[in-house]
């Protein structure tokens, strides 16, 4: 018989540092029987490790009593959201899959990569993101998403969705209601949409009405606002009744499970707080509370829900309604005799057939915007290619996701290539001499990185405009940053800066491939 304790905490996705099975994590499982965990990238090894891993935490869970195997899971959009590192195939994330036009490009990368989770022991993929990216300054979704149509999202959404189902592999839709026009980032603070019930009906909620219907396994709330739906004010859709229980269950129709995005976010903890937070979320109508990271407050929160329910704030009834749930979930997809104890990775990781299919994606999706006859370039011209230092922009990315090949690829192509990295962010002193050197070359090609948040990077490439060098320019993130620069000879946008990405777009630079990507968003001025 289970405690309360343990049913509550069935309630919850947790995670912990490290790549092996600690103390902390061992606690949550045999004190709380947690429903699930989730994995990030200060938990990924090689592939052998990841096997070790999942293998090591489901035989945790059965020696502590488990009817059915923990749910693992872990954000793998690809692109710029990724968590599994080397040995695994780096895939295209979702806009330049977008840029391809072709959704059933979505429909084989998520195949593909249900495959490698599910070599790997990770039953559960915690996208895709279906947010309709409509705002060209939202600065966590962004290239997160298929792209500015409702309709484009919901089509290529639905065929990452099926083709995770064939792998056998868990889909979660999110951030539910839709964080894709938005100016502020959950994790900082709390966003708020404006949009009538109307406008939300036909633009961000379609694709979450479309994907429930194609059969979502899960939904993702968000921690953002929506004045026009929510009776709270101020109050996060996460812990809004009237957004869970209201519009997508009752409205919606949706029967299945729903998490929340970890409740360790600004918009929760330094509002609410988290524990008070989970308590909220479960009134709310969420089945699964996520805190990711700190094993005092993942306790405090359980601590807290059961409070709630011994006070009778939250009913037996809701816990066992959530646990039912829960349970269906995991029976859909998961049985004990699907885990294996034999740490041999299946050669489907990273092998060449799904390393092909990445790079053909890749080929189709990296766009070129605009040329004025400056490409393709010859060997023989100098050039000066010029990027910041790879960082990273939103705390929903992970260091796997990032490369800085710009400058090495383009080497690679001809000898007469130089190469300045510059800080990041890029200063008034980069600036200057980057000018100095500019006028010894044929070509200046510089590598962006969301240049619409970063001053310095529009004023260089002006002035090089204006010092009469020719220009290229390759976005290596958002592809909205042409909107602020002086007309310049070529742009290129990549959407990602991940090797495969950056290698194709210096192919197209050097003719030694043609770079057939159509936007997926519209380029205006802002």
């Given amino acids: ?31 709380y029987r947690v429903g699930g965990i989730i994995l990030f990238g200060r938990n990924i090894g090689t592939p052998k490790e990841v096997l070790r891993l999942t293998t090591d935490l489901q035989l945790e869970a059965e020696k502590a009593g488990y009817n059915t195997p923990l749910l693992i899971c872990i954000d793998q959009e690809n692109g710029v959201v990724r968590r ?41 993929n915690l996208a895709p993101s279906v947010d309709v990216n409509s705002n060209p300054k939202n600065p966590v979704i962004g290239v997160r998403s298929y792209g500015e149509s409702a309709d484009m999202v919901s089509a290529f959404s639905k065929e990452n969705i099926r083709g995770m189902k064939e792998a056998g592999i868990l889909s979660t839709i999110k951030h539910f209601p839709g964080h894709g026009d938005t100016e502020a980032d959950s994790h900082l603070g709390l966003p708020v949409v404006p949009h009538t019930k109307s406008r939300l009906m036909n633009v961000e909620l379609k694709p ?45 129709g949706f029967e299945g499970v ?65 646990m039912k749930r829960i349970q269906k979930l995991k029976e859909s997809s998961l049985s004990w005799n699907q885990i294996e104890t034999s740490i041999d990775v299946p050669s489907v990781v990273g092998c060449n057939e799904h390393r092909e299919l990445a790079q053909r994606v890749f080929d189709e999706g990296v766009t070129l915007v605009h040329d004025i006859g400056i490409l393709p370039l010859s060997q023989e011209h100098t050039v000066l290619v010029v990027y910041p230092q790879t960082s990273l922009l939103t705390q929903a990315e992970d ?85 602020r620069l002086s007309e310049v000879d070529a742009y290129i946008t990549t959407y990602e800066n991940t090797s495969a990405a950056l290698e194709t777009a210096v192919a197209g630079i050097y003719g030694e491939t043609t770079l057939k990507g159509k936007l997926p968003v519209t380029l205006k001025s802002l």
């Avoid at 309630?11 to 004190?31: A, N, P, S, T, W």
């Avoid at 059933?104 to 790997?120: C, D, F, I, P, S």
């Avoid at 396994?217 to 869970?244: F, N, W, Y």
């Avoid at 007469?416 to 980057?434: H, K, R």
Wanted: hydrophobic fraction near 40%; charged fraction near 20%.
């Fill in 208 to 252: 979450f009405i479309d994907c429930i219907e194609a059969g979502a396994d899960a939904v993702m709330s968000a921690h953002i606002h929506l004045p026009s739906i929510q009776i709270e004010e101020g109050r996060p859709a996460t812990l809004s009744k009237s957004i869970i229980t209201g519009l997508l269950r009752d409205e919606l």
């Fill in 84 to 124: 599994l590192g080397e040995g695994t195939t780096r895939f295209p994330g979702s806009m330049l899959i977008g840029a391809t036009q072709n959704p059933m490009n979505a429909y084989h990368v998520g195949k593909a990569t249900g495959e490698e989770l599910r070599a790997l022991g990770i039953n559960w």
């Fill in 399 to 483: 260091p796997a996701g990032n490369s800085t090949k710009l400058g090495d690829t383009a080497q690679s192509y001809s000898a007469n290539v130089d190469v300045m990295q510059l800080n990041e962010p890029i200063n008034a002193i980069d600036v200057s001499n980057v000018l100095k050197q500019a006028g010894d070359y044929d070509v200046v090609i510089v590598g962006t990185v969301s240049a619409k948040l970063e001053s310095f990077q529009v004023e260089l490439i002006n002035k090089l405009k204006e010092a009469k060098s020719p220009v290229i320019v390759v976005s290596t993130r958002n592809p909205y940053d042409v909107m």
């Fill in 1 to 31: 018989m289970t405690t309360l304790k343990q049913r509550v905490g069935s309630m919850l996705v947790v995670g912990f540092d490290g790549k092996v099975v600690d103390r902390h994590i061992k606690h949550m499982i045999h004190q």
């Fill in 258 to 322: 729903v998490t929340t995005d970890c409740m360790e976010m600004d918009a929760i903890s330094k509002g609410i707080g988290t524990p008070q937070g989970g308590v909220e979320a479960i009134k709310a109508g969420v089945d699964l509370v996520m805190v990711s990271h700190t094993q005092g407050i993942q306790e405090e929160t359980i601590e807290a829900i059961v409070e709630a329910v011994k006070k009778g704030e939250i009913t037996e009834g809701r816990v066992e309604e959530s």
